[in-house]
């Protein structure tokens, strides 16, 4: 798992394309995972039929160019339920005042842990 802090976008729809593109260029240096998810549909969509978001041509391009080195890219729907801890990584990294790069396989002790359900 992994977390950035970007800056505002247009639209969150164009945090989500931003996202993924860069936990893909990551992984491409830090691990063989070859399954993403997310808890947005619509990203999902985008990535099936990228010729219907003609207003984020250029995004998709980069993340096609990315996705081109996995030999079977997988992009999965993840709802936030099932995914709390995804979930509380994005929310902390939008807090941070400074920049925010993290990737592992757990959440770093320097981060707070996320309240127990």
């Given at each position: 798992m992994g977390t950035r802090n970007f800056t505002r976008?247009?639209?969150a729809l164009h945090s989500e394309v931003e996202a993924l593109w860069w936990a893909i260029k990551n992984m491409l240096q830090y691990s063989?995972?070859?399954s993403f998810?997310?808890?947005c549909k619509e990203l999902i969509t985008m990535m099936k039929e990228p010729?219907?978001?003609?207003s984020f041509a250029?995004?998709?391009?980069?993340i096609e160019t990315l996705q081109i080195c996995f030999p079977d890219f997988?992009?999965?729907h993840v709802p936030r339920a099932r995914n709390q801890n995804s979930d509380f990584l994005a929310k902390t990294a939008r807090s941070f005042h400074r920049e925010l790069h993290f990737i592992?396989?757990?959440i770093p002790v320097w981060l707070p842990r996320p309240p127990q359900a």
């Open positions: 976008r247009v639209s063989t995972c070859q998810g997310t808890d010729h219907v978001w003609p250029m995004e998709l391009e980069r997988n992009i999965v592992g396989c757990s």
